[in-house]
């Protein structure tokens, strides 16, 4: 299923604009040129022609999934500050790499992932069987090291060196393929399932700390794996809710129609009456038993800027 919500700078620049000349008869100059001036009023219709339904579309949505679903200001602040707590220092840096102007346009971005993780939580029911059960499979994230030959006899002979004691970050430096790691004397950091192929993650993972395998083939060639750390895998009330929105989003990959029919009823309660001529028509697809798709479900363009959790 496609992402209900986009962007919303573009709906903050669209109606922002409609506001600004709701009152004024003269519409101020935006851009100046020798060729001509471009006014708010041609900027705003152009963007309303433009990118007016999927943007009306959204506020709607995110406005009538808000008060049905008791999103509140306090719950788009929790999920700040959460994000903010990941980044620390680096926030400011974290928003300019993901495009969005400043903290206010991306807590308005982090204003409709919350409404839509809520609206999801509320149509799909998940067991806390079902939650344990993935929480019992997870697994921690891991720190190893490893050496990399793609000939198996001097793989080999690496690997006695290792095994008679030699240091294992030094034979890495000067023996490993993998350069990358080399200069590191071998060192990958933490990664988690599925970061490695696969071979390599079932021998590191069956390690104990300070472990070190035997050859492991790849598609790479043989790896010597030596294992430097074992984080500990978070308590399963801390990760209860991660898991939660993990099972709801395969859910719905697999069966979408079910959710979308869901917010069309939601959409339909809600009594829409669009006064625009231009933008009337948008939410007719409520009212239609066809598969017909919502304005922003319709365009790959439209998938909102992903956050991150």
């Known amino acids: 299923m496609k992402k209900w919500v986009l962007s919303i700078t573009a709906a903050t620049l669209i109606f922002g604009l409609a506001a600004c000349n709701g009152n004024n008869s003269e519409s101020e100059v935006v851009v100046e040129t020798n060729a ?8 705003y219709e152009k963007l309303k022609n433009q990118y007016g339904d999927m943007v009306l579309y959204e506020m709607v949505l995110t406005k009538v999934l808000s008060t049905k679903y008791g999103v509140t200001e306090e719950d788009i602040d929790a ?20 495009g969005v102007k400043d903290e206010a346009a991306y807590k308005d971005t982090l204003r409709m992932q919350v409404v839509q993780d809520k609206a999801l939580a509320s149509y799909i029911e998940i067991p806390e069987e ?6 019992e499979e997870m697994k921690p994230e891991i720190k190893a090291s490893h050496i990399l030959i793609k000939d198996e006899n001097k793989a080999k002979e690496i690997l006695a060196k290792v095994q008679a004691g030699e240091d294992f970050a030094a034979l890495a430096t000067e023996n490993s393929e993998d350069t990358a790691s080399a200069v590191n004397g071998g060192d990958l950091g933490y990664f988690g399932p599925g970061m490695m192929t696969k071979p390599f993650e079932e021998a590191a ?8 395998s035997d050859l492991v083939k790849s598609e ?7 294992l430097t750390d074992r984080k500990d895998l978070e308590p399963y009330e801390e990760k209860k809710e991660e898991i939660r929105q993990e099972i709801i989003q ?3 990959e697999k069966d979408p129609t079910t959710i979308q029919e869901k917010v069309k009823n939601d959409l339909k309660e809600a009594n829409i009456k669009v006064n625009d001529e231009d933008l009337q028509g948008i939410f007719d697809f409520i009212n239609d ?9 319709a365009q790959d363009s439209a998938e909102s800027t992903e956050q991150q959790k």
């Open 289 to 297: 038993s066809s598969e017909q798709a919502a304005p922003d479900e």
């Open 205 to 212: 993972y069956a390690l104990e700390v300070g472990g070190i």
């Open 220 to 226: 790479f060639g043989y790896h010597i794996i030596k």
């Open 36 to 43: 001509g001036n471009i006014t708010e009023n041609e900027l």
């Open 79 to 98: 999920e700040l500050a959460k994000v903010k707590e990941q980044y620390g220092d680096q926030f400011e840096v974290y928003l300019s790499m993901t």
């Open 130 to 135: 079902e939650m344990k059960k993935r929480y």
């Open 250 to 252: 395969e859910k719905v």
